[in-house]
C-alpha cells in the first residue's frame, strides 16, 4: 500500500497550524479523540445550515431531508464494519460507554443471574470493566478476568479454561488503549460460542485505526465511539446481530422508540429505532458517515500500516534509553500508541513539561487502573498516533522527554 500523503491530509485539519508561544502544536493525544477535518466540520454546519429538523415526526421538507440523511446515515455506518444487515444492525448511541450500558442493562440485567459468568480481559477500559461488574453485583452473576502475559497479551490458555459453559458474555477490548495489544477477538468469540456465550467487542481503539468486520470477527455485539475516529463528540455505536437486538427488551423508554401507546401498553418501533428513544442524534450521525467517507478515501489498511510505522519508530526512540519501559507488545506489534514511564519522571509532571513544548499528550491511568495495578504503575503517560502525525512529531516528542529527564535527574 502506497504511504499516506500526511501533507495533504493535514491540510484539511486547520487545528493542527495552532501555535502555544510560538510552537506549532504536537497532537498525540488521539486515543482519547481525535480532530474533525474540514469535511466533517461542514457537514455538520451544512445540516444546521441548510436542512436542521427534527427526524421522523414531520412530513415537511425540512424533517425528510433530514430522516433520510440520518437513515442512511446508519446504511453508511454499517457498509464501514461489514454489517450485512444494514441499518437494522446499527444504533446510534452517545459514545462507547453508553454502547456497552445497553447491552448490560437490556441484556445483563434481564438474562444474568446467580452461576452465571461474564468473562472480561485485565486490560478493560473501566467503560467495559465497571460496567459489567456493576451488572454482576446486581444479578448475582461473577466476572472473570482473562490475565495479560509478561508482554502484555492476553494468555489464550487461560482464556480457554476460563470461558465454560458458566460462561454468557465475554466481553473484551480489541486494541488496548493502555498496551497497544491488538486482540485476537475473533479467536474469542469462537471459544464463546462453543459454549453458547456472546461476545461483546469494545471496539474503540480498532474501527478508527483498522478495517474491521463484525462479521469476519463474528461479533454479536462491538462499540466504538464517533470522535476517536475524525467524527464529532457525542456519538457512538453500537452494533448488534439482528436476531439478538430482535430478542431484547429496549434500554430506555420515550418517544421515537414506539410503534403503538394505549394507556396500558406500548409496542416497540423497528430496528434500530426501537433502541433510539427520544431526539436522537442526528447531526452527529450525518457527520460520522461523512467521517466513515474520508476515512475510506485514505484507505484503513493505509492508515493501520501508517500508526503502526510511527508506533514503532516511537517505541525504538523511547527504548533506546534504559530508564525509559513502554507497557505491552513489542515495537513491531502494536497498534498506533505508546503508554510509557521514565524512571525520574512522574507521568503528570512529563505531560506537563511536554506540553511546554507545545506536545500534546496523556498522562493518567487510561481508565485502566486495574491494568495499572497489573504493571505496577499507578499511571503512564501515552502518545497515540493518527493519520497527520509525523516521524518528525515523534522526534519532537522523544527530545521534549530528553529534556524532562534532564530537569528531573
Ligand atoms: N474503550 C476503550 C478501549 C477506549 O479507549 C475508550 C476511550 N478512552 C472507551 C472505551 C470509552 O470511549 P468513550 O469515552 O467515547 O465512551
Same mark, same amino acid.
Given at each position: ?7 495533504a491530509?493535514?491540510e ?7 501555535? %502555544? ?5 504536537v ?6 479523540t ?18 436542521n429538523? &427534527?427526524v421522523h ?8 431531508e433530514?430522516?433520510i440523511?440520518?437513515e $442512511? ?6 457498509? %464501514? =464494519? ?5 441499518? $437494522?444492525?446499527?444504533? %446510534?448511541?452517545?459514545? #462507547?460507554?453508553?454502547?456497552v450500558?445497553l447491552?448490560?442493562?437490556?441484556w445483563?440485567? @434481564?438474562? /444474568? ?8 480481559t485485565?486490560?478493560e ?5 465497571? #460496567?459489567?461488574?456493576?451488572i454482576a453485583?446486581?444479578?448475582g452473576? @461473577? ?5 495479560i502475559?509478561? $508482554?502484555?497479551? /492476553?494468555?489464550m490458555?487461560a482464556a480457554?479454561?476460563? =470461558?465454560? *459453559?458458566e460462561?454468557?458474555?465475554v ?6 488503549n #493502555?498496551?497497544?495489544?491488538v486482540?485476537p477477538?475473533?479467536?474469542?468469540a ?10 461483546f ?7 478508527p485505526?483498522?478495517s474491521?468486520?463484525v462479521?469476519? =470477527? ?6 466504538? !465511539?464517533?470522535?476517536k475516529m475524525c467524527?464529532?463528540?457525542?456519538i ?5 446481530k439482528?436476531h439478538?437486538? @430482535? ?9 421515537e422508540m414506539?410503534?403503538k401507546?394505549?394507556f396500558?401498553?406500548?409496542k416497540w418501533?423497528?430496528?434500530?429505532w426501537k433502541?433510539e428513544?427520544?431526539?436522537p ?8 458517515a ?13 492508515? @493501520?500500516?501508517h ?6 519508530y516511537?517505541y525504538?526512540r523511547?527504548t533506546?534509553?534504559?530508564d525509559?519501559e ?5 515495537g513491531?506489534?502494536?497498534?498506533g500508541?505508546?503508554?510509557f ?7 503528570? *509532571?512529563l505531560s506537563?513539561?511536554? &506540553?511546554? !513544548?507545545?506536545v500534546?499528550i ?6 485502566t487502573?486495574?491494568l495499572?495495578?497489573?504493571l ?9 498516533f493518527?493519520?497527520?502525525n509525523?516521524k518528525?512529531e ?11 529527564r534532564?530537569l528531573f !535527574?
Amino acid at each position: 500500500a502506497e504511504p499516506l500523503n500526511v501533507e495533504a491530509i493535514r491540510e484539511d485539519f486547520p487545528i493542527l497550524q495552532r501555535e %502555544f508561544d510560538d510552537t506549532q502544536l504536537v497532537y498525540l493525544d488521539n486515543a482519547a479523540t481525535t480532530q474533525t477535518p474540514e469535511p466533517v466540520v461542514e457537514t455538520i454546519a451544512d445540516y444546521y445550515r441548510r436542512y436542521n429538523a &427534527n427526524v421522523h415526526r414531520g412530513i415537511h421538507q425540512l424533517s425528510q431531508e433530514a430522516s433520510i440523511a440520518y437513515e $442512511e446515515a446508519h446504511d453508511r455506518v454499517a457498509e %464501514f =464494519i461489514g454489517a450485512s444487515g444494514g441499518r $437494522e444492525e446499527v444504533i %446510534f448511541t452517545k459514545n #462507547t460507554t453508553e454502547s456497552v450500558n445497553l447491552v448490560a442493562y437490556a441484556w445483563g440485567l @434481564e438474562e /444474568l443471574g446467580p452461576g452465571d459468568e461474564i468473562v472480561l480481559t485485565e486490560m478493560e477500559h473501566h467503560a467495559n470493566l465497571v #460496567t459489567w461488574q456493576q451488572i454482576a453485583k446486581r444479578t448475582g452473576a @461473577e466476572c472473570k478476568y482473562i490475565p495479560i502475559t509478561d $508482554e502484555g497479551r /492476553l494468555d489464550m490458555d487461560a482464556a480457554r479454561e476460563l =470461558i465454560t *459453559d458458566e460462561t454468557e458474555m465475554v466481553a473484551a477490548v480489541h486494541v488496548s488503549n #493502555t498496551l497497544g495489544t491488538v486482540n485476537p477477538v475473533s479467536e474469542l468469540a469462537a471459544i464463546a460460542h462453543d459454549h453458547d456465550a456472546y461476545m461483546f467487542v469494545d471496539a474503540a481503539q480498532s474501527v478508527p485505526n483498522r478495517s474491521v468486520d463484525v462479521e469476519a =470477527i463474528d461479533a454479536d455485539f462491538l462499540a466504538f !465511539s464517533g470522535h476517536k475516529m475524525c467524527g464529532p463528540t457525542g456519538i457512538g455505536v453500537l452494533y448488534g446481530k439482528q436476531h439478538i437486538l @430482535e430478542s431484547m427488551e429496549p434500554y430506555l423508554y420515550g418517544g421515537e422508540m414506539i410503534l403503538k401507546v394505549t394507556f396500558e401498553d406500548s409496542k416497540w418501533n423497528e430496528l434500530p429505532w426501537k433502541y433510539e428513544a427520544g431526539t436522537p442524534v442526528i447531526s452527529q450521525g450525518i457527520a460520522l458517515a461523512e467521517a466513515c467517507d474520508y476515512l475510506d478515501d485514505i484507505g484503513m489498511d493505509r492508515i @493501520e500500516r501508517h500508526e503502526a510505522r510511527l508506533a514503532e519508530y516511537a517505541y525504538d526512540r523511547l527504548t533506546e534509553h534504559d530508564d525509559v519501559e513502554v507497557y505491552g507488545p513489542p515495537g513491531d506489534d502494536r497498534g498506533g500508541l505508546v503508554a510509557f514511564n521514565v524512571d525520574s519522571v512522574h507521568a503528570h *509532571d512529563l505531560s506537563s513539561i511536554l &506540553n511546554d !513544548s507545545a506536545v500534546a499528550i496523556r498522562a493518567g491511568d487510561h481508565c485502566t487502573q486495574p491494568l495499572h495495578d497489573v504493571l505496577g504503575a499507578t499511571a503512564s503517560a501515552r502518545a497515540s498516533f493518527y493519520i497527520y502525525n509525523t516521524k518528525t512529531e515523534v522526534d519532537k516528542l522523544v527530545e521534549a522527554v530528553d529534556d524532562a529527564r534532564q530537569l528531573f !535527574s
